[in-house]
């Protein structure tokens, strides 16, 4: 039974996202962007698996039966431009078959997106993207600035609640599971882990502070959800991950313009 003061969350946050959102990218960008621009393509991976089991869900929150194929269209064209461009300036081996092989997989993965759903293929995109994930990562041998972890930490923390979000969908959906408890308890704890490295991070300015505290209020969803073991509105999980994603990427560029 669905409670009530579940459903008041969907009004607690100022912000309801569209369905994934992907812009096109100039093939002649400049690093700095492209490198940022990937960190979200890797990101989405998620986005798009969450959009496949809403529409597998039946739900009506953004339509995701429409706006699937039009994600998986742009995603697809975006990958492309971007794997273009790191390939012709990626001369480390290793990396460049990193790239390779997140192609193939992305190749596989665009059609299990457009079938019909099923278990199976819920189960097997979500192996293939936290693969993409990793190999996606290639890139990151171009960047010659200096390191900034807390621009990293903010990449791990826009996919935690997305991890879980699919987790959870996929669990009132009917996959079967087994680690599903383990699972998502680490996504827990390195979620509060990270946020934690954000909140004292001492160059904090009060824009980013605001969106942390956001982050963290938003994340209480997800802790209650799991922790009570209510069952929730495929809406709201949703929504939520979309708000603390929308957080984290407006930190990760504040951050980002400190090391400009």
Known sequence: MIRRDFILFSFLSPWI????????????????KALFINCLQRT???????EYLMAA??????????ELPKSVKKYDERFNVLYDYFMKRIKD????????????????????????PS????LKLQENFKK?????????????????TAVAKTGHLCREPLFMSNLYLMKLWGVKLPDYE????????????NLKFLEEYPDNTEE????????????????MMYKQGRTAIPTLISKKADDIFHHIQRIKQLYGKMIL
């Open 17 to 32: 996202l569209s369905a994934v959102e992907i812009e096109s990218v100039s093939p002649d960008i400049p690093l700095g």
């Open 93 to 116: 081996p290793e990396a460049r078959k990193k790239m390779e092989e997140a192609k193939r997989i992305w190749e596989e993965s665009k059609t299990l997106l457009l079938a019909p």
């Open 57 to 66: 869900l039946n739900s009506s929150y953004h339509n995701p039966k429409e």
């Open 132 to 148: 993409m994930i990793h190999f996606l990562g290639a890139p990151k041998v171009l960047n010659t600035k200096k390191s900034f």
């Open 44 to 50: 989405q991976t998620q986005q798009l698996l969450k």
């Open 119 to 122: 278990h199976a293929n819920a």
């Open 208 to 223: 980013i502070k605001k969106h942390i505290k956001m982050a963290a209020r938003d994340f209480i969803f997800f802790e």
């Open 182 to 193: 383990k699972r998502m308890q680490e996504h827990i704890a390195n979620y509060r882990k």
